[in-house]
């Protein structure tokens, strides 16, 4: 049972260009939200971040939209570049849990 | 700040054999985390520690698997006896607090 899923496996976009990455959930106890980035051979590392207070969170390059009743975010990405292929996790918690839940994780590939 | 540190970063074995994974978290942080990714399910909780003491360990497969945080400074994850179906990778995160987790490089296990 995936409480979180990300049901692209794998994108390509040209340099440039805005890659959308997405997400959904089933649980309505969450209401802490983060994006991870994955290389091959090193571990995840935090990206970006919103809280359920919030409706989107936004850092350089990186914006996160959470639409809470559609229990939907996304990570747009503008402009893309080729440093950005990579594997990108989702993951929820919620306040009555320590734990982070991950979806399965999209493999972006940004080309020339 | 070395980050968290796992060793080793790759394991070849056969089956039948016990396998011991080792992760050194980030001084000064209070949770640690075992996680498991394969290509199906992403990246799985196996088990969470808090100030050494396993909180949540229900995402531990089987009987076959244990793990251990003697002190703030290692743990270690075991799994005796190993089966083919546990080759993943196996990555150990901590934190301060729960929700903010540096994940380490990983471990690649083969069980052949």
């Known amino acids: 049972d995936q409480q979180v899923k990300q049901n692209s496996p794998s994108l390509s976009v040209q340099e440039g260009r805005i890659s959308i990455l997405n997400c959904d959930y089933t649980n309505s106890m969450f209401d802490y939200f983060l994006w991870y980035k994955k290389y091959p051979a090193e571990g995840p590392t935090f990206l970006i971040s919103?809280?359920?207070?919030?409706d989107k969170n936004e850092d350089g390059r990186f914006t996160v939209f959470l639409n809470k009743s559609a229990k939907h975010l996304s990570l747009h990405i503008v402009p893309s570049q080729p440093g950005d292929s990579a594997v990108y996790f989702c993951a929820a918690s919620g306040t009555n849990t320590d734990k982070l839940i991950f979806g399965t994780g999209t493999r972006l590939q940004v080309f020339p | 700040d070395a980050g968290v540190i796992q060793s080793p970063r790759h394991e070849v074995t056969e089956m039948g054999q016990e396998v011991t994974l080792r992760c050194k978290p980030i001084?000064?942080?209070?949770?640690l985390f075992w996680y498991r990714q394969t290509m199906m399910r992403g990246l799985e909780l196996l088990i969470y520690?808090?100030?050494?003491?396993?909180?949540?360990d229900s995402g531990m497969p089987e009987d076959r698997f244990s793990a251990k945080m003697p002190n703030a400074s290692f743990s270690t994850l075991k799994i005796q006896p190993s089966e083919p179906r546990d080759s993943a990778v196996y990555f150990c995160?901590?934190?301060?607090?729960?929700?903010?987790?540096?994940f380490g490089p990983g471990t690649r296990l083969t069980v052949l």
């Open positions: 520690f808090n100030n050494n003491v396993p909180i949540d």
């Open positions: 001084s000064g942080h209070d949770y």
């Open positions: 995160a901590s934190s301060s607090g729960s929700r903010g987790q540096f």
């Open positions: 919103i809280s359920s207070i919030k």
